[in-house]
Every structure is written in structure tokens, then in C-alpha cells.
């Protein structure tokens, strides 16, 4: 299939004028803020501030609305990072090396980076998508029980490359997840399991206040059991930008993650969340 230069072209011009950046500025720091708010995710940040949007052209509208789901999923890192809380589900990973370098006093060293690496990935992202969409599209869609079921296998063989030391333990928190996954409707049957008769259970547990719960929570417990020495986090943000070295020493791993984000997010019902534990695995290995 031929490449219509001229239409992308024209698109571009359309996207890059003084309204349409300004929109984009807008939503990306009312992302920022969402995302960095535990318990609200970069859909719920969409739909919360989707009335703003009303009374303005559709370009503007969806470009401020993509600002806000783009903002959101990097805002997720930042409360990640600075209080073990992963903002969005997609932050999950993040805490896992972010959180201990806060607490060696590398804060702004891994917002920094945390912060080029969502410019990098969403480049990289929007060329793939501008350049490969129908290629890419047309894998997704032929994605079928099989290779769901490929999927979930490779995801759960992730445990062992984010266990560390203690594979035991890993494969303890699989089990308990798994455990976790049964309770609400059946996916094959449609017979509610372990709900106890609430009618809250029926679609399983909320994902978000789950993650709270599991690393908030645990912090919190964790803080009390020691002595009465508050540990503080050294929180400087002396680093806004990463630096070469870092961004020469990741950028493998920038280009090898921005890659399986963008195929995994085009596969229905996969999400930045399952994307970025697949690629935190794989840079583990």
C-alpha cells in the first residue's frame, strides 16, 4: 500500500498550531496531576475532565483529552517514586526500582528519567503507529485464544525474572494473584465465584485500590514495626532532565520497551499496565 506523504503532512500541520499545543499543555499538566493522585487513573482523569471539552472543535477537544491520558500515565510515577504508591496501574512497575532509589536520595534522578522515558516511549509510539499502523493493526486483530493464552504464560514466566532472590516468595504472590483473579463472574460460565453475595465483588476486585493496599498499605505497616527513627525520604528534585550517561546506559532498554508498549497496547483488551510489567521483565533479564 502506497504512503500518502501529503496527507500526513497536511495532518501534521493541522496538530502543530498555537490552539492545539495550547490544548495539549493544558491536558498534560491536568494528567500530571490526576496521575499523580493515587486511586485516580488516566481513564478516570478522561472522563472527569472530558465536560472542559465541551464547546470547543473536535481537534481541540480530542488533542487536550489525549494530553490528559498521556499526562496521567506519566503523573502515576511520580507518587511511584516518592511515596510507594503507584498512581495509575501502569505505575505498578515503577515502584518496584523507583521507590528504593528515593530512598538513597535519587529522587529527581528517577522522575527524571521516568519522565524521558515517557517521551521516548511516546515517540516512539506515534512514529510506529504513524509509519506501521496497518501492519500492526492487522497482527493485533489476529490475535485469538491461543495467543491470549501465550500471553498469559509469558506473563506469568515474568515472576521469575522480577523475583530476585526469593523465587519462593514470587511464586507465592502468583498463586495468591491467581487466588485473587477467581473471585466475580466466571469469564467462560458467567457464575459469580467467592463474592459472598455482594453485589461489589461481581466484577472482582478494584484494581486501584488493590495496588494501594498491597504497596501502600504494606509501607505503612513496614514504617510502624521499626523503631520510633522516622526514615525520610530525601525528595530533592535536583535533577529535572536525566543525564547522558543515564539516558546512554538505558537507551537498549528505552527502544526495546517502546517497541513491546506499542504492540501490546494495540492488542484488544491489553493496556499500558500489562505493558510496562512485560517490559520491566524483560529489562530484568
Known sequence: ????????????????????????????????????????????????????????????????????????????????????????????????????????????RAMAMALFASFFGGVVGALIMTFASPFVSSVALEFGPVEYFGLAIFGLS?????????????????????????????????YPRYTFGMMEMMEGPPFIPTLIGLFAVSEVFNEVQKSNQLIQIKAKLDQYLPSWADIKYCFRELCRSSIIGTIIGAIPGAGGDIAALISYGAAKR
Not at 517514586?81 to 538513597?104: D, F, N, Q, S
Not at 525474572?161 to 485473587?180: N, Q, T
Open 1 to 108: 500500500m502506497e504512503f500518502n506523504w501529503e496527507l500526513m503532512l497536511s495532518s501534521y500541520g493541522a496538530v502543530f498550531t498555537p490552539n492545539i499545543l495550547l490544548m495539549i499543555v493544558i491536558g498534560t499538566t491536568a494528567g500530571i496531576v490526576i496521575g499523580a493522585l493515587p486511586g485516580l487513573t488516566a481513564t478516570m482523569g478522561v472522563a472527569l475532565l472530558l465536560p472542559l471539552t465541551f464547546g470547543r472543535p473536535p481537534l481541540e477537544g480530542l488533542s487536550m483529552l489525549m494530553g490528559i491520558y498521556c499526562g496521567a500515565m506519566y503523573g502515576g510515577a511520580i507518587s511511584a517514586i516518592l511515596i510507594r504508591t503507584p498512581g495509575t496501574p501502569a505505575a505498578a512497575a515503577t515502584v518496584l526500582e523507583g521507590y528504593p532509589m528515593a530512598k538513597r536520595g535519587e529522587a529527581g
Open 158 to 190: 515474568v515472576i521469575i525474572s522480577i523475583s530476585g532472590r526469593s523465587l519462593i516468595k514470587g511464586m507465592m504472590s502468583a498463586f495468591f494473584g491467581l487466588l485473587i483473579c477467581t473471585i466475580g463472574f466466571d469469564p467462560i460460565s458467567g
